[in-house]
């Protein structure tokens, strides 16, 4: 049985294959620590380092490549963000769709002083950015918003949000672009996005354990390192360095992950994002173009609409549990997905599906039409078997 991978939203396969070829390539021919030593081995290895930073930097237009420091994924950035940037006091506000990678170091801060502000989203998702003006206060710090939901692909206005934080420069604007990196379009400067975290598994088809975050200039001083030690630079002070990226790079890095994550960005910078966009358009108004004649057993949740969310639709087929069908898709049709709360309870909750959950196909470059129609097709055979059943 050939196996169809619909689960892209919480990893990317397959990965281009320059992916796994710069990863054997530095394994095989260089292997040393980047930025510890001044052998030729050495500065070929932080030369591959730097030249992710300038392909993301390009990806993302910041002009500055060192303001990007590298990470293990985007719940490091996000807890570097969060917890070295938020004190006792501060207000801060974030939605009702967000990933528990914004939400449970929130609400652990909140338990320490933090005042948390969860702007409502609709029963699809979408968050009116006005919503948040309203609740700004004089003492908000941060808005931290999702780009796009894990849960339903709702795109959120961070544009919109971001210029009406305009007038308010003391309030600093995070994007947790887990979601989006690659997939849509990230201008840090046009979207006003002072910290931007990223994963590098996702649509960047980097590998797992690689990530990073983006620090306007001049915030490194306001936001404290997560953890400190060896760094390479400096190494004559005890104390940790103060300047980008090295303030928050601490330890050997994964050298060879990010050599795979410089030749996925390389893939989608060479294929352009919106080439990337237009591929997963097509595949989810194919797909719910295939769902319409499913309405009476298949409930959709979030947009319905390929213009408005990313490859990512969450459903249910009524009278069966999301775990029960996600095993029916893979035990007799190959399709992997991913049933459940997708570690965002407060997505389910503003769309109505917690504690229950959804199934989630989330479609990637790589799926075709067939796929698309191979999926539809499974799910007819679900609705028809249960009703088989029912009668």
Do not use: W
Not at 108 to 119: A, D, M, N, Q, T
Not at 123 to 135: Q, S
Not at 302 to 323: C, E, K, L, W
Not at 360 to 366: E, K
């Amino acid at each position: 049985m050939e196996i169809l991978y619909l689960d892209n939203a919480a990893t990317s396969f397959p990965k281009p294959d320059t992916v796994m070829a710069a990863m054997i390539a530095y394994q095989q021919n260089i292997g040393a620590n980047p930025g510890r030593s001044g052998h030729g081995r050495s500065v070929e290895a932080g030369r591959i380092v730097f030249e992710t930073r300038e392909a993301l930097a390009r990806l993302f237009h910041i002009e500055d490549p060192l303001r990007i420091a590298l990470t293990k994924n985007a719940t490091e950035s996000l807890n570097i963000v969060l917890q070295g940037g938020l004190k006792p006091g501060d207000s801060v506000i974030t939605s009702g769709m967000e990933h528990n990678s914004v939400m449970r170091p929130l609400r652990f801060l909140e338990g320490r002083g933090v005042e948390l502000s969860v702007v409502p989203c609709s029963p699809r998702g979408e968050l009116e950015p006005d919503d948040v003006r309203k609740a700004l206060r004089k003492n908000t710090r941060m808005v931290v918003l999702t780009h796009a939901s894990n849960v339903t692909g709702t795109i959120l206005p961070v544009e919109a949000v971001g210029a009406l934080l305009r007038d308010r420069p003391e309030v600093l604007f995070c994007v947790d672009a887990a979601q989006t990196a690659g997939a849509l379009p990230i201008d840090v400067e046009k979207m006003r996005i002072d910290l931007l975290a990223f994963t590098g598994h996702k649509s960047l088809f980097g590998p797992q354990g690689t990530g990073g975050l983006y620090i306007r200039e001049g915030l490194e001083n306001k936001i404290s390192p997560l953890m400190m030690g060896g760094t390479g630079s400096r190494s004559e002070f005890e104390q940790q360095p103060v300047f980008m990226p090295d303030r928050y790079e601490s330890g050997t890095p994964n050298t060879i992950g990010i050599a795979g994550l410089g030749a996925g960005v390389s893939f989608v910078l060479e294929q352009t994002v919106g080439t990337v966009r237009d591929q997963e358009e097509r595949l989810i108004s194919r797909f719910l173009s295939g769902l319409r004649d499913l309405r009476d057993d298949v409930i959709v949740y979030g947009p319905q609409d390929a213009s408005r969310q990313t490859a990512v639709v969450s459903f249910n087929i009524r009278d069966v549990s999301a775990s029960d069908a996600a095993s029916y898709f893979e035990d007799n049709r190959g399709i992997l997905c991913r049933p459940g709360l997708h570690c965002a309870p407060s997505a389910h909750r503003t769309i109505g599906t917690f504690p229950r959950g959804t199934i989630r196909f989330s479609f990637g470059f790589f799926n075709t039409q067939r796929d698309v129609d191979d999926a539809c097709a499974a799910l007819r055979e679900l609705v028809k078997r249960k009703g088989n059943h029912r009668s």
